[in-house]
């Protein structure tokens, strides 16, 4: 029943999406075409394909192959349900989903101010639409009818919902790195919000080319759009390094992982577009370059897609082999020739746009921005891809490994926490070095001086210590320029700092967002600089009893521990923390066995302090005594929060926008 319900869900989202194609183009002609029906018959079915999924594994249907190879009936509640997209299939189903969600808000938008324009972006997303239900339908069907079983491996299945099952009695369970932290049950939907989300500003480009409407209104319509789909795209990267941090048991939470630089490769160009896409619409520049960006990051997306489920590279994060990394890499070879052939041809169009004036402005430090964030996402492809073609062409394998990355990425970003920190006080047209000298005199004054005491206090790393120096240079700027602002305006209209402050915040929610996740971005930069650049780490081997210590906090292991959960065993010890004698903490390293899948899986112990994180992982356990790696990550907590108030700055433009087009004022002063 569940793979007749399923197959015929995939089969409406996937009609629902073409005639969908078929009534927008009609739009775009001037032609009376309904859009409600289709848009219902593709939601419709993109939403009861994922219920029939999840009811399918918490009914424990194992008569589908996807529900015999990926769940078990000793799956917790919650990794049952995250099981949906945990896997190749199911993955694909979530993308689906989430794009006819996001076909469905634009259409409301459009319903409201019906134009070519608005339908032209719904084509787009139908396409879209039309590729990924066409691959569930054949290639990457979650509804197949499992037709022959050992044990609990599906070995043989069938698109056919009237096959004949070979049920097996238990199915096979997820990864089980996939089914040890609950941040995988929401990691993955974040970062299919962001990537998907993307799609939006990529339809309204594609249609204001095809329609020969360039200018700033296809950019006006999606700032919203990109600025959600960034936020949802920054906090799932960020969701994603914490729970590498507590879940593979390393000590890390970024590695230049090829699947990791997936994700972070349309964020730097969405980043870079939403800067250029606010000069597009205050002064009509880079109009040509915008339509680049949008292009660029919507085709990294599906590079992205490709690279986790193509079976390309050996990831944690990466699917198996299948006739889907074919499909994917047909599909971005056709979006990349399309969209870029059609921006040739409407080329003379896009390029009529002012000049710039001065490198010494706002325009300026936007365009500086948006080269960094190119040449960051260039450096980070070719050291993601160059080991794939190498080992397509010569079949010699090769790593690039993260000296490559860091040798890059560090001076970039110290150019990019620059470029934050001059920017927002960097006047439109023609900035004067006397005006930009007093704005920037006393917060360069601040870091320099906290520099100057960091050093005091012994550190000597130079890297650390720079981040630190260029994060403070931004979070000041930024602190130092409101309270210009809001003296300014509490003086002129006689109230107090306070609510002069929150108005001028509210009053451009564009420009202010901004801000809030330019600070964001700075914390991540001392929290970086504090757990990569300062961290220590031992080795330590302990009988109960013993102790041992790191970076002044002592350590005694006191006992073994074993425990039983439905889902795994539990093998650990427990710890003692103390600081000067005084008691820290108890922790629990352990080691997590999965029934019948593969090798044990660490979880490692934390103690986070406001100092930083003391990281204990087992190494191995018997009973003479314990082996654990042991890390110092000075400031980690910082990565986690500023890496949350970033994307808080795009909920705040997002939420507030509306709440601000009343206030004529504000944004005029915030832009002085």
């Keep these: 029943m569940n793979a007749f319900l399923g197959g015929v869900s995939i089969l409406a989202a996937l009609v629902g999406a073409g005639w969908l194609v078929l009534a927008g183009y009609r739009s775009t002609r001037g032609r009376e075409a309904a859009l409600d029906m289709p848009i219902k018959l593709y939601v419709g079915g993109a939403v009861m394909a994922m219920v029939v999924l999840q009811l399918a594994l918490l009914t424990d249907d194992f008569s589908l192959a996807y529900v015999a190879n990926h769940s078990r009936t000793t799956t917790p509640f919650v990794f049952k349900v995250a099981t949906a997209w945990a896997a190749l299939e199911g993955s694909i189903v979530l993308w689906g989903l989430v794009l006819a969600g996001f076909t469905y808000l634009v259409y409301r938008s459009w319903r409201r101010h019906p134009d070519s324009l608005g339908a032209g972006a719904l084509v787009v997303m139908g396409l879209v639409g039309v590729f990924f239900f066409g691959m569930m339908a054949t290639i990457a069907n979650p509804f197949e009818i499992c037709t022959s079983a050992v044990g609990s491996n599906c070995l043989a299945s069938s698109p056919a919902p009237w096959a004949e099952a070979a049920a097996v009695a238990e199915g096979r369970g997820p990864n089980p790195l996939l089914q040890n932290h609950i941040l995988m049950a929401i990691h993955p939907p974040m ?38 789909a960034w936020m949802f795209l920054t906090v799932g990267i960020v969701l994603g390094g914490w729970w590498s941090y507590e879940v593979l048991g390393w000590g890390g939470y970024w590695a230049w992982d090829p699947v990791e630089n997936a994700s972070f490769l349309p964020w730097l160009l969405a980043t870079a577009y939403i800067h250029s896409s606010f000069v597009q619409m205050r002064r009509g520049m880079l109009q040509a370059w915008n339509f680049v960006l949008v292009i660029s990051t919507f085709s990294l997306t599906i590079l992205g897609t490709f690279l986790t489920r193509s079976g390309a590279i050996a990831s944690v994060h990466s699917f198996t082999q299948s006739a889907v990394g074919p499909a994917l890499l047909g599909m971005l070879l056709v979006t990349v020739v399309v969209s870029f052939g059609l921006f040739a041809r409407r080329s003379h169009l896009v390029a009529q746009s002012p000049r710039l004036e001065s490198l010494s402005s706002r325009e300026g430090a936007f365009l500086a921005n948006n080269l960094l964030l190119t040449v960051f996402a260039f450096v980070v492809l070719i050291g993601t891809l160059f080991p794939l073609l190498i080992e397509a062409f010569s079949g010699d394998t090769i790593g690039v490994g993260r000296p490559f990355f860091d040798q890059f990425a560090v001076p970039l970003s110290f150019a990019l926490l620059l470029a934050m920190g001059l920017g927002p006080v960097m006047p439109y047209r023609v900035a004067r070095p006397r005006i930009v000298w007093e704005r920037v005199r006393l917060p360069l004054q601040i870091s320099l001086g906290v520099g100057a005491l960091l050093v005091i206090r012994g550190l000597r790393a ?42 001028i915040i509210r009053g451009d ?36 009893g013993e102790s041992a210590s790191l970076s002044g906090y002592e350590f005694a292991y006191t006992s073994p521990f074993t425990s039983q959960d439905a889902n795994r065993s539990i093998t650990g010890a427990t710890i003692e923390v103390t600081r000067h004698g005084n008691p820290v903490a108890i922790v629990r390293p352990r080691v997590n066995t999965f029934a019948g899948q593969g090798p044990a899986v660490p979880t490692p112990g934390v103690v986070s302090r406001a100092s930083g994180d003391l990281y204990f992982t087992l190494i191995a356990i018997n009973s ?3 082996t654990m790696d042991v890390w110092w990550f000075p400031l980690q907590w910082l990565v986690w929060l500023g890496g949350l108030v970033a994307g808080f700055g795009g909920l705040w433009s997002v939420v507030m926008r509306r709440a601000a087009e009343g206030d004529k004022e504000s944004p005029a002063v915030a832009s002085a």
């Design 509 to 544: 929610p564009g420009f202010w967002g901004g801000q809030i996740s330019h600070i964001g971005i700075a914390l991540l930069a001392i929290g970086i600089a504090g757990s990569a650049g300062l961290s220590t780490t031992a080795t330590v081997d302990l009988e109960p």
């Design 191 to 228: 970062l299919y919000l962001g990537y998907v989300g993307l799609t939006v500003p990529f339809a309204f480009a594609m249609s204001a080319l095809a329609l020969a409407q360039p200018g700033i209104e296809w950019a006006k319509r999606t700032k919203s759009w990109t600025l959600a």
């Design 624 to 626: 003479a005594g314990i």
């Design 462 to 503: 130079a890297w650390p210590l720079l981040s630190v120096v260029a994060a403070v240079f931004v979070i000041s700027v930024i602190g130092l320029h409101l309270l210009r602002l809001a003296r300014r305006s509490s003086e002129k209209r006689h109230e107090r700092l306070g609510p002069s402050i929150l108005r």
